[in-house]
């Protein structure tokens, strides 16, 4: 999942597009690499973000949906919103996929919205809002706060009618260090859930506060961790930098098949 952000302010600049000619360069870079999803979002929800008036996140997104669908109508596109009216929308202009770190709780409307859109939906794991969720994050047990979390909530939203739930721990959301690498560490246990798992590392503060790095500079640092998730049965790395996510992908898969090999001629 390569991250395509219509946002003024996110926290890796390079991530952020000004106009549709810069975005539609950046998905075509990204399917070219192998990138399956193109998660677009039009507000940001980095530490600390205030929210975005609902007029200018839509007037953000839908015209840059609509113009990478009609470019690349093959591509599948998800929507990073936690407004039910802004997935409708984005949605109709040719996105394919919700992803809300709101897991169904900042909009009421919005479970029901996403079983009548008939789509997959991403529920991500948060503590508090994005303006207020590290300011001293605590929990008694983080994996398992996180884990009866995204259980509850997986099955309100297949109560609602969605068939198709992925699962987001929320790395960075209202977690510190320590919580981050013991949810990394605890990816097996969210497996247990039996519904695909969304890990969402790619040059997060938890990895510069070990690496004394800038988000700029994580490259390698993310690129070790997204590795450790897909040892740990990640099934989907939301990344900004998609050729070297899908260079761990390949490597990993070619240390598979040396091993399905072996056990072949045994």
């Known amino acids: 999942m390569g991250i395509l952000n219509i946002t003024p302010d996110s926290f890796h600049a390079d991530s952020r597009k000004a106009t549709v000619d810069a ?5 075509e870079q990204m399917l070219a690499e192998g990138a399956s999803i193109i998660d677009i979002g039009g507000a940001s929800t980095r530490p600390g973000a205030h929210e975005v008036p609902l007029d200018e996140e839509r007037a953000r997104i839908v015209p840059f949906i609509t113009a990478i669908h009609q470019r690349f109508p093959g591509a599948c596109i998800s929507i990073d919103t936690w407004r039910s009216s802004i997935a409708a929308e984005a949605i109709a202009a040719g996105a394919s996929i919700v992803n ?5 709780l900042l909009d009421e409307a919005m479970l029901d919205t996403v079983a009548a859109l008939q789509v997959p939906y991403v529920i991500m794991h948060m503590q508090g809002t994005p303006r207020t969720m590290q300011k001293e994050p605590k929990y008694t047990d983080v994996l398992a706060e996180v884990l009866h979390f995204l259980s509850v909530q997986a099955r309100a939203a ?3 009618g969605i068939a198709d739930v992925i699962i987001d721990p929320g790395f960075g959301f209202g977690k510190d ?7 990394l560490k605890g990816l097996p246990a969210l497996k247990t859930l039996g519904f695909p798992v969304l890990a969402g590392l790619s040059r997060k503060r938890m990895i510069n506060e070990v690496l004394g ?4 500079e994580a490259l390698n640092g993310t690129t070790v961790l997204n590795v450790i998730a897909l040892i740990a049965h990640a099934d989907i790395l939301r990344v900004h930098d998609v050729n070297e996510a899908m260079q761990a992908v390949k490597l990993l898969n070619a240390v598979d098949s040396a091993g399905h090999c072996s056990e072949a001629s045994r």
Do not use: E
């Not at 975005?23 to 998905?27: P, Y």
């Not at 260090?177 to 949810?183: E, I, P, R, S, Y």
């Open 213 to 216: 790095t800038t988000p700029a």
């Open 177 to 183: 260090k320590t919580h981050n690498f013991t949810l």
């Open 100 to 104: 809300d770190i709101g897991a169904g």
């Open 23 to 27: 975005a539609l360069r950046t998905a």
């Open 158 to 160: 297949r109560q609602a």
